[in-house]
T-cell receptor, first 114, second 117 residues
């Protein structure tokens, strides 16, 4: 079946540090890949997405590239801010027939200290 | 309008109560979802509706009863819940897979935080 593995936190960084959150996946076919962010007490917001191999998703300074050869979709940001503190979920959506919905990783709690 | 609206935001109920969670979207999405999220965990899929018909039930106990009265509305009826059902319930919507307009992502509401006493 489909699965997503991401590094679990908490990950604690200082403001302006470089961020990498690793995400790898197992899926048949060609899934779409996503990063969602959840701020305390809120729902999930789409941060970025990629729908095919070598696509790069980007938003708010965050980037991730769909790497089919390594089945990875690592999230990066060059300089994090305190406001980036949240839980980040890597997810995939299988494009074939049958099962629908998102398969989520376990989430990475990111804490940015001033 | 790219919003999914959920009501109520907070709900406290006893184990003998009957209550409902409501979800609404006006993006023309024909796939709608209920997820359950416990603290510090990822969301878990409960139900999927496709064109107003239940297409996936992830072995959810019958004390949770979904309903999709039309293409914009999704309800989750709650009855005889247990304290372990306390969680954040998230509604989401998306275009159907395979449609040209489908960019893949699910749009989530802010959630209904349920406490069962």
């Amino acid at each position: 079946g489909n699965s997503v593995t991401q590094m679990e936190g908490p990950v604690t960084l200082s403001e302006e540090a470089f961020l990498t959150i690793n995400c790898t996946y197992t899926a048949t076919g060609y899934p779409s890949l996503f990063w969602y962010v959840q701020y305390p007490g809120e729902g999930l917001q789409l941060l970025l997405k990629a729908t095919k191999a070598d696509d790069k998703g980007s938003n708010k300074g965050f980037e991730a590239t769909y790497r089919k050869e390594t089945t990875s979709f690592h999230l990066e940001k060059g300089s994090v801010q305190v406001s980036d503190s949240a839980v980040y979920f890597c997810a995939l959506r299988y494009s074939g027939g049958g099962a629908d919905g998102l398969t989520f990783g376990k989430g990475t709690h990111l804490i940015i200290q001033p | 309008d790219t919003e999914v609206t959920q009501t109520p935001k907070h709900l406290v109920m006893g184990m003998t109560n009957k209550k409902s969670l409501k979800c609404e979207q006006h993006m023309g999405h024909r796939a709608m979802y209920w997820y359950k999220q416990k603290a510090k965990k990822p969301p878990e899929l409960m139900f999927v509706y496709s064109y107003e018909k239940l297409s996936i039930n992830e072995s959810v106990p019958s004390r949770f009863s979904p309903e999709c009265p039309n293409s914009s509305l999704l309800n989750l009826h709650l009855h005889a819940l247990q304290p372990e059902d306390s969680a954040l319930y998230l509604c989401a919507s998306s275009h159907q897979k395979g449609l040209a307009v489908n960019t893949g992502e699910l749009f989530f509401g802010e959630g209904s935080r349920l406490t069962v006493l």
